[in-house]
T-cell receptor, first 115, second 115 residues
Framework: AQTVTQSQPEMSVQEAETVTLSCTYDTSESNYYLFWYKQPPSRQMILVIRQEAYKQQNATENRFSVNFQKAAKSFSLKISDSQLGDTAMYFCAFILGGSQGNLIFGKGTKLSVKP | EAGVAQSPRYKIIEKRQSVAFWCNPISGHATLYWYQQILGQGPKLLIQFQNNGVVDDSQLPKDRFSAERLKGVDSTLKIQPAKLEDSAVYLC?????????????FGQGTRLTVV
């Protein structure tokens, strides 16, 4: 069975600084996808970034980037130039490739960006 | 493009009562998911539809929960009778195909409080 672990229940960062959120996962499969989702107080789950396991290059989306370490089964999210609007819950998620995938979420990290 | 619509946004019921939630996915999306998110936890998949067929309902408490997706479009999730531990946010998501390696779009959720 696949599992996703986020070991940081809460984190805070000063505006304009950089913060890294950790995520580890466990699977015996080689074909899978990883995601970071953001959930602000409005509850809307928003995709931040996606990484395909077969790609060695780390995904980047503007101020958001990942450090994907496949051998270590680690998938951390780096937020650069943090903004007040980045304050939210962040969930790491995993899905197997192929059909009938089940998107599995970690417990989340509450990020607070302070002015 | 209209997003995933859910209603109601909030619902308070007494234990042993019944409740139903409605979800309208993004037009043309074949896959629809219902997740339960208990406070402080990541979302847990309850049921996954592909068009109007069930792909995965292994974590759905079938003695009290039921879901349907008539005509492969809108979906309804029902709880009967509700228990205190059913208090949670119920999230609906949709994606274009059977694979979630493309982006899954989430609704704003329904917050259920059972008293």
């Amino acid at each position: 069975a696949q599992t996703v672990t986020q070991s940081q229940p809460e984190m805070s960062v000063q505006e304009a600084e950089t913060v890294t959120l950790s995520c580890t996962y466990d699977t015996s499969e080689s074909n899978y996808y990883l995601f970071w989702y953001k959930q602000p107080p409005s509850r809307q789950m928003i995709l931040v970034i996606r990484q395909e396991a077969y790609k060695q290059q780390n995904a980047t989306e503007n101020r958001f980037s990942v450090n994907f370490q496949k051998a270590a089964k680690s998938f951390s999210l780096k937020i650069s130039d943090s903004q007040l609007g980045d304050t939210a819950m962040y969930f790491c998620a995993f899905i197997l490739g192929g059909s009938q995938g089940n998107l599995i979420f970690g417990k989340g990290t509450k990020l607070s960006v302070k002015p | 493009e209209a997003g995933v619509a859910q209603s109601p946004r909030y619902k308070i019921i007494e234990k042993r009562q019944s409740v139903a939630f409605w979800c309208n996915p993004i037009s043309g999306h074949a896959t629809l998911y219902w997740y339960q998110q208990i406070l402080g936890q990541g979302p847990k998949l309850l049921i996954q539809f592909q068009n109007n067929g069930v792909v995965d309902d292994s974590q759905l408490p079938k003695d009290r929960f039921s879901a349907e997706r008539l005509k492969g479009v809108d979906s309804t999730l029902k709880i009967q009778p509700a228990k205190l531990e059913d208090s949670a946010v119920y999230l609906c998501a949709s994606s274009p195909g059977q694979l979630l390696n493309t982006e899954a779009f989430f609704g704003q959720g329904t917050r259920l409080t059972v008293v």
